[in-house]
């Protein structure tokens, strides 16, 4: 698939770590679309397993970089037609790379490897967060990468529509509306 152009079947969910994301990610495949992991969190997995050191609470850096190339490899083979749901993606990954070192390869993002102009973002719920071996950050630190990637969607001339704090059917269906 050519992703140098704006590709309006693929929709990013994005924002607050621990806001619902992968919940609503299963919510969409158990609905029959495809849908993509969020690179961060394999990662972690494949590192755990390995002993390896690129992991967000050790190396940020190369876990950001490691998320930069599994997200471009995704975009790469995503589906050229029907929905399919991101959790996470390329932009999340390159304002982590960006935030940490001041690559700048988040502003190339502008013009190339594009998503849907929609993003869907979880906000900041802390009724329902919680830490795991996946996610060790503290809900400040996600408060504060949702600030982050609002400003950088944001930068990069996407819509970003905050998801109401729904139950999670509601909340597919909220997504679903907005793109029909």
């Known amino acids: 698939m050519n992703i140098s152009e704006e590709t309006n079947n693929l929709i990013v969910l994005s924002g607050c770590s621990g806001g619902g994301k992968s919940t609503l990610l299963d919510e969409f495949a158990k609905r029959g679309y495809a849908t993509v992991e ?3 969190r394999r990662i972690v997995r494949q590192e755990t397993e390995q002993q390896g050191t690129a992991l967000p609470w050790i190396d ?3 876990f950001a970089r490691r998320a930069v190339a ?4 995704d975009l790469d083979n995503a589906p050229d037609s029907g929905w399919v749901f991101f959790d ?3 932009i999340d990954a390159a304002s982590a790379l960006h935030h940490v070192c001041g690559d ?9 490897h594009r998503y849907n102009p929609l993003v869907f973002l979880t906000p900041p719920w802390p009724e329902i967060y919680v830490t795991d071996g996946e996610r060790q ?3 400040a630190a996600a408060i504060e990468e949702y ?3 609002r400003r950088d969607y944001s930068d990069l001339g996407y819509e970003t529509i905050i998801l109401p704090k729904l139950s ?3 909340r597919a269906n909220f997504i679903l509306g907005r793109l029909d």
């Open 70 to 73: 599994m997200a471009l490899a």
């Open 60 to 62: 940020m850096e190369a």
């Open 137 to 139: 950050h503290d809900l």
């Open 38 to 40: 969020e690179p961060g």
């Open 104 to 112: 700048g390869f988040l502003h190339e993002l502008k013009r190339k």
């Open 88 to 90: 996470r993606g390329l």
């Open 147 to 149: 600030e982050r990637l």
């Open 168 to 170: 999670v059917p509601e």
